[in-house]
């Protein structure tokens, strides 16, 4: 299908058609997108004519770099990728690109669950100038961080951004820590990953994301984390829709691959380096990214082109 090149605008609508249409509002729109234009009337109340509403895949181009696919690009059509052979080749195909990444950034397990915490809503080198303040202060242990008053510790995570309200998180967080298992954190998250995962979400501010990083990366769980570059990713590889709930895709990935905390880690690492490095919101740098070997999906055009240079360290 050819391009739009300019603005475009909807014929009026004859007057015959226009009494057919003076049914209700709800019975006017049941056209579905993408397959053929909607009944809503086609003038705004100044008379004009309106704009047609951009199908699905035109919405999509447009938020995927403004550029469809060239002639040997692979463009999935139809119903969504079998996600299993899709996620381990992605997994293998940005392995050979980054090669061991050893996350999560922290020198204790401690660190990595108050980094995950803080990062919540905000960059990482936030987060970074936050834990680096507090270990300026020796206050990176759970006893010593839980004597420095809320409105103290707010301070403290100035740089993490929404401060007072993580002060609260990791607050509610100390006291279980303390409280439950006397500040040890190792027996804290040591047991069944279902039943230590319902523990943490019971805290105020801990969410699904925040618990599976917990888990993983402090705890040696093996649980996938789910996060907005997995969504942006594969969503625009045609493996998953990106509304889906987010267990709905934490069990798809952990089906694709064997159950290993390690495997989790590197590949959870390579998804943030990659949608940072390549698979952006805004023009997204496809021509040069590890994964434009696969398939994209028909909603999400992009224009791979060379292939990718393995990333020097």
């Known amino acids: 299908m050819p391009r739009r090149t300019g603005r475009q605008r909807a014929p009026q609508a004859s007057p015959a058609r226009g009494a057919a249409k003076q049914g209700s509002r709800g019975a006017e729109r049941t056209g579905v997108a993408g397959e053929g234009p909607p009944s809503p009337r086609t003038t705004n109340r100044a008379g004009r004519a309106r704009r047609p509403p951009p199908r699905v895949a035109d919405a999509a181009r447009a938020g995927c770099g403004g550029s469809s696919h060239p002639p040997e690009a692979r463009v999935v059509t139809g119903p969504r990728r079998p996600a299993g052979p899709a996620i381990r080749r992605a997994h293998e195909t940005m392995s050979a690109f ?12 401690f660190e990595v669950a108050l980094g995950a915490i803080l990062t919540q809503n905000t960059a990482w080198r ?20 839980a004597t420095v008053p809320e409105g103290a510790l707010a301070e403290h995570l100035r740089p993490a951004g929404t401060f007072r309200v993580k002060a609260r998180y990791v607050r509610a967080f100390l006291e279980w ?51 907005a570059y997995t969504r942006r990713i594969f969503s625009r590889h045609g493996v998953v829709g990106g509304r889906e709930d987010y267990d709905e895709i934490r069990r798809l990935f952990e089906a694709a691959l064997p159950r290993d905390a390690a495997v989790y880690n590197e590949l959870h690492a390579q998804i943030v380096m990659t949608g940072k ?37």
């Open 277 to 313: 490095d390549f698979c952006r919101p805004r023009s997204p740098r496809c021509e040069s990214c590890p994964l434009s070997v696969l398939p994209f999906a028909a909603s999400a055009p992009a224009a791979p082109g060379r292939p990718p240079q393995r990333r020097s360290r």
């Open 177 to 227: 820590l303390l409280g439950r298992y006397g500040g040890d954190l190792g027996a804290a998250l040591r047991g069944d990953s279902a039943a230590k995962r319902e523990e943490l979400l019971a805290l105020r501010g801990i969410g699904r994301e925040t618990a599976d990083s917990i888990l993983l990366y402090a705890g040696g769980h093996p649980v996938f984390v789910v996060d």
């Open 126 to 145: 936030r987060v970074e100038a936050a834990i680096a303040g507090l270990r300026s202060h020796g206050l990176l242990e759970a006893r010593t961080l």
């Open 98 to 109: 980054y090669g061991p990444l050893r996350w999560w950034p922290a020198e204790t397990p």
